[in-house]
């Protein structure tokens, strides 16, 4: 009878391909994967540690699983990413509960690792962060329908205060010709989304090929049969070419979404953070983007706390989300990370920090509200994510939506839909935030409907 692995993956969608990763040399290994922890012979609980919350996330999972442990319901506890890098040694030290650790740069050595844990020897094992390491394939965790594609490792942008480049090593691209294999692999699978994701898109080749590629290995992952949607992740707005917009606006299978973190809009915080350009690019681009790509929703991360925001840096930061209306945006209380510049700068109070991100919140909520209401009437395109018997009624994502970061679309429909179909919804509202609908051939008078 084979040994049993259990997997609790935390954090970013690189994160979780790292996961896909280890369990698919498991299984090759011979290793049985347990779709629950409880029950395992060894649990895998591959971590984040990019800030506070998830280092809390992550320490609580490990205590969680020391309980079945202490139970007798799991065996063994292995703890990989990004928080095993970052502190090594101090978590088997500190929590007794670990049998092993290991780092960011030794995620291909898991079948090693797990067969040591499982004899009972303690592992802690910590490859080169900045070595190019072969991708296995892997054991998608997504529904069948959707898969991310890491297009490159690590980051050298070095924002003062981001820890990654220090548990990821430098930026490392993987060449085209891998991507696009990789690509068609999964839509063979069946996969007709693919979420292309990096730490930093956007400098995609730079390193590999002397020049940024991204803009080619869009049009080479649009010619592939069976994909239908390619949606863009975390484009560096400094590194975005006329050519690059140029491919983003006229590929149709481009989903008119992109995901452009910004942090900030004043120019000195965005000094302060070693963030290259200013606020006054960053309107124009955004201003170039909208009228170059109609339709076009953003999304964006924000911080609110940083080092040098006063009241009337934060006041600005305001006034440009209310003048920008992004459609999309995650927001922060600053975080002070030991080991980045920004830790050791003079920075707003917690509270202030947290308050902050609070009304930025909420101002954030009236422009999704904003943003529903002028969807309401229109026919979209919507991939269905499932059927909920609950509600009775099924749910998707429209283009405007990424998989665990957006919302969804809940709509009716009087025939059966698979998960995975594109639909046609005619929305007729929106509730908690989130869009309503029903199918557009159920409307008994389409024209009137419009």
Known sequence: MSQTIGMISLGCAKNQINAEQMLFLLRVAGYEILPDPDGADLVIINTCGFIEDAKTEAIDNILAMGELKKEGRVGKILV?????????????????????????GSYYDIVSAVGKVLSGETVAEFGDINANLPEPQRILTTPEHYAYLRIAEGCDNHCAFCIIPKLRGRYRSRPMEELVKEAQDLAESGV????????????????????RKLAELLQKLCAIDGIVWVRIHYLYPDEMSDELIDVLADEPKIVKYLDIPIQHINDNILRAMNRRGNGEYVKELLKKLRARIPGLVIRTSLITGLPGEGEEEFQQLCEFLKEFKLERAGTFAFSPEEGTKAALMEYPDKAVAQERAEIIGELQSRIMDEYNASCEGKVMQVLCDG?????????????????????RIWFTASRHIKTGDFVNVFVVGAYDGELTGMLEEDMEDNDDGE
Not at 192 to 211: H, M
């Open 80 to 104: 990989t990413g990004c928080l095993a890098q970052r502190y090594q040694m101090e978590i088997v030290q500190e929590m007794p509960e670990v049998d092993g650790v290991l780092g960011t």
């Open 192 to 211: 007709k989304e693919l979420i292309v994701i990096a730490q930093d898109t956007s400098r995609y080749g730079i390193d590999l090929y002397g020049e």
């Open 387 to 407: 059927y909920d018997p609950d509600e009775e009624c099924y749910y998707g994502r429209t283009y405007a939506d990424s998989p665990d970061i957006d919302g």
